[in-house]
Every structure is written in C-alpha cells, then in structure tokens.
C-alpha cells in the first residue's frame, strides 16, 4: 500500500464488511479496510445455538443492490456445498452464528483488501490526506469511513460492580460463567435478555438455583415485523425521513422502537412453551421468574451476594431482590472513536455529541470537500430506524460507493413507490 487510498475502513463489522464487498464494483477504487480483532467476529460472546437473525437472509452484505455479486448469501451456500441442504431447512431467517461464518467466508474471498490484528489509534488531516495509523504502520486515504460498531451500554452505578458475578452479557464473564446452585438475575427483556434467560433456564452455564428476568418494558415486546412496518426499512421511507425536522425526527424512531429492538415473536412462543413444559410437565426445580415493569435503581454487594433495588411501576412500589450473579443486558450505545479527536475541532457535533451526518452518509466537517468521512451505524436519528440494522446495509453502501467514487457505479432510486405514502399526495 505505497499510494494513498481512496477509501479506508476502519472496523470490520458487518456495515463495513459490506462496503468493501460492494464497493468493489468500481474496480478502479482503491480501498482497504482495518479491525483490531484477528478474525471476522460477529457479537460473538453472546450467540447461542437458538440465536436467530430477526433480518431475512436476502438482506446480506449485497444482494439488495447487486444479486450477482459474488459476495451474496446465495453464492455463500452454493460454493461450500449447502444449498440443497439449506433449502431444506426452509428459513427465512439464519442462524446469528451461521451469519457470522457467511461473514467470515466473505472475508477470506476479498483477503487483500481486508487486514485483521490492526488497532487503528491515531487519524490526522494534512487538508489533502487522512493518515491513519496502528502502533507500528501509518496509511493514507483520501476519503475514511468509521464503522467502529457499537458498546456495551452499562448503568453509572452497576460500573464499580463490574467483575465475573456482576457483568454485562457482552463480555467474556459469560463465557466463564458457573452458574450452578445460583440466583442469576438478568437486567433487560430485550432480545439479548430473553436469550441468556432461555439458555440459563436449558442449563447453558451449568444447573442454576433460581433464573429472573427483570424488563423496564410492560412487557417481554415482541419485534414488530408486519408488511406496513418493514416498509420503515426501504430506500423509498428513509429518502422521505431524511428530510423532516431534527425535532420531529426523534419522536418517530421512539415511536418506532419495536421495529428494531423487540423480541422476535417466534423466540417469544419457544421460550412460552419451554415454561409451560418446565413448570407444568417436567415440574422442573429450577425457579424462575419473569418480571416485567421494573427499573433496577441500585445494587449493594453484602459478603457474596448482590441486593438489588427496583422499582414497580405497575404497584408503584419499592422492591429487593437478592442475586448471586447478575447479567446486564442494558443495550448498547456508539461512541465517537477516540482516534476522531486529532480533528474533533473541524467536526460539526450534535447536542448528543454524536457526529452530524449528511444524506450520502458523510458527516459534516470543515475539511477539504474532496475528503469524506463516512460513518455508519451512527445515523438512527438522523437517517432513521433502519440505520442500525443490517436490512438496508447493502443499499447505503451503495450510496457512499456512489459518493466515494464521485459517480453512479449503482442505481439508488429505482425502486417502486411503498404503500404507505408520507410525502405530499402528487
Ligand atoms: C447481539 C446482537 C444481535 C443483532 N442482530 C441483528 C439482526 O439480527 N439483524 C439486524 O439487522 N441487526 C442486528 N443487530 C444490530 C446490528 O446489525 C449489529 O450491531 C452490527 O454488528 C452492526 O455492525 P457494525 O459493522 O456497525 O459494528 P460491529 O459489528 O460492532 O463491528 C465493529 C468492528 O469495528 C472494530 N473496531 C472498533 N474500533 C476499532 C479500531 N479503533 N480499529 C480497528 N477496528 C476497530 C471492532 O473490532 C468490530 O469488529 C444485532 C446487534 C447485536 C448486539
């Protein structure tokens, strides 16, 4: 890599692995992409064998803008044999950890524009080039793109607990987890939460004393994933989001919530049906309880168990709960790189300190305009509630492949108009 790149990723998750497949598209585009870890990993600390995608397997890193791609799920199973096999199965959706293979073939197809074991910690601007660099290697390009994932999200006053009884579920303490003869508490009904309850309660980490769940939601909440809602997931609804105000904008994706971030209902009845076959027929010893509408306030450690404080929002009442282990499934958050703050003055932040972000994925800084920092996975109040999720991941590589290589190297807008129409009626 003597000359500069015209496109350096940094991370290779999903959202980045898929701009480089899609990218490739203009051959003339010299890119190259960067991850600390040795190998393609999916959130893998928390996949189980029942882990399911909650997206179709159609919308892999390419298909949705280029089915002949070489790099499409379809190619994945006829090239290594699954295809007859697979159809067999019937699925809509795969497996997480299936996907994560999928990835990590694709991996080894584009080899030399992908380079594993590399930390990038530094990033400056000589108003011509980026440099970006690991501890021993600098590189430059012209244009970057951040795709740095997402982190653990974990309460201010579970952080002084944080040790192999009290952990949250991404991380390697649930590997090494014993849960024998123990009370485990789970903190959060969402779909990770849902998933280490069913396991725990299958004896995943050995045969546990009593399972709890605690959700701040009514409900464990099923994902909605009905036709008119997926139409939330289209090029066409997030063309017209884009163009609402700031304000109104963050009201929608709140509302919208359940589309991205609810329990896949057909999880939901699995793990219904295993209760009712524990409780009832196999009369099973293991307690467990599920429940809904409580904030975990605090937590005090007393000799070698943890006493928990929450409150009931349905009885509006104080409650306490002790635990021997307790796994946080809080949720996620992003957060600006660290590398970003070399140029954080030339930036343009939003209230949340997160970056702003043009419609072509770029965010906004005071840079040359031939110099483009692209950032994914950034953009869910911005672009709107697809922009987290792998659904749409293929188009807007599309769209930044397009603005990157300052052409149409694919068509964006040729898609049919979506039922729901909230532009004005023409
Ligand atoms: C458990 C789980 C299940 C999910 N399931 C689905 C699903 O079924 N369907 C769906 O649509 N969405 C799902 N999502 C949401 C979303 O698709 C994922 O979060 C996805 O991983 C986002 O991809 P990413 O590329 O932005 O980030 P990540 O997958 O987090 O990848 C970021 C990469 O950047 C690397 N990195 C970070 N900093 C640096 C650095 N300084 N230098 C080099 N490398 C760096 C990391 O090592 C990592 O490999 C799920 C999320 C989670 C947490």
């Known amino acids: 890599m003597n000359n500069a790149l015209d496109l350096a990723g940094i991370g290779i998750g999903p959202f980045n692995l898929s701009l480089a497949a899609v990218s490739e598209k203009n051959s003339a585009l010299r890119a190259h992409f960067f991850d600390e870890k040795p190998l393609f990993q999916w959130h893998s600390e928390i996949i189980f064998p029942d882990s399911d995608m909650q997206t179709a397997f159609l919308k892999d890193l390419v298909t949705g803008v280029d089915p002949t791609s070489p790099y499409s799920y379809l190619n994945y199973l006829v090239q290594n044999g699954l295809f007859h ?201 293991v307690n467990f309880k599920i429940l809904p509408f409580r904030r975990l306030e605090s937590a005090r450690k007393n000799n070698k168990y943890y006493e928990l404080c929450l409150t009931n929002h349905f009885t509006q009442k104080k409650e306490r709960l002790y635990a021997d282990v307790v796994i946080l499934c809080t949720g996620f958050e992003n957060s600006v790189p660290k590398f970003i703050n070399s140029i954080r003055h030339l930036i343009q932040f939003d209230e949340n300190d997160s970056f702003r972000i043009n419609k072509d994925f770029s965010i906004q800084w005071e840079g040359h305009s031939d110099n483009k920092i692209f950032a994914q996975n950034f953009s869910r109040y911005e672009h709107g509630i697809f922009e987290p999720q792998t659904s749409l991941m293929a188009w807007r590589s599309a769209v930044i492949t397009n603005a990157v290589s300052q052409k149409q190297v694919y068509q964006i807008k040729n898609f049919v108009p979506n039922f729901l129409s909230y532009d004005c009626v023409k």
């Open 85 to 285: 096999s697979f159809m067999n199965t019937n699925r809509n959706v795969v497996t997480r950890k299936e996907f994560e293979l999928y990835c990590r073939w694709v991996t080894q197809q584009m080899s030399e524009k992908l380079s594993f074991n590399c930390r990038i910690e530094t990033l400056d601007y000589d108003g011509k080039l980026f440099t970006i660099g690991t501890k021993t290697k600098n590189f430059k390009a012209k244009n970057i793109c951040v795709g740095t994932g997402i982190s653990p999200k974990i309460p201010a006053f579970a952080e002084t607990h944080i040790g192999k009884d009290f952990f949250h579920a991404k991380s390697e303490f649930l590997k090494n987890l014993d849960a024998r003869n123990k009370r485990i508490v789970i903190i959060g009904g969402g779909q990770t939460g849902v998933e280490i309850f069913r396991n725990a309660l299958k004896g995943k980490w050995g045969c546990a004393k009593s399972v709890t769940i605690i959700s701040s939601r009514p409900n464990l909440e099923p994902l909605d994933e009905s036709a008119f809602t997926n139409e939330y997931f289209s090029p066409n609804y997030a063309d017209d989001f884009f163009t609402i105000n700031t304000q109104l904008k963050i009201k929608i994706v709140d509302y919208q919530k359940l589309s991205s971030d609810g329990n896949t209902p057909s999880y939901l009845q699995s793990l219904y049906n295993d209760l009712y076959y524990s409780q009832n027929v196999e009369k099973s010893p």
